[in-house]
């Protein structure tokens, strides 16, 4: 599945080595929105947070749900290439289950 993280976070960027490899260590990733992760995984939104959870401070904040269709916005042809390959993934694993 496709899960959308979208990240508050309070501290600089390079204090979350920790966090970012998490989401790197999934099937597959795609970060081009600043504070927005995509991850393909077959973790859970509660399974991903409960990851991340270690590297997360205080005022931080964090939402992790499964991306579905339909969806919408404003990327590049590159973003919406690997969200139309990943969610197309997944929907082929429905079809043959």
Do not use: C
């Amino acid at each position: 599945m496709i899960l959308l993280v979208a990240l508050d976070l309070r501290q600089p960027a390079n204090s979350y080595a920790g966090l970012y490899e998490v989401l790197k260590s999934k099937d597959s990733w795609w970060h081009y929105l600043r504070t927005t992760w995509l991850v393909s995984t077959d973790d859970s939104p509660q399974g991903l947070v409960d990851e991340m959870k270690p590297f997360l401070r205080t005022g931080d904040h964090v939402l992790v749900t499964r991306l579905t269709r339909p969806y919408q916005g404003w990327l590049p042809a590159k973003a919406w290439a690997w969200i139309k390959k990943h969610i197309d993934e997944e929907a082929e694993g429905w079809d043959s289950e």
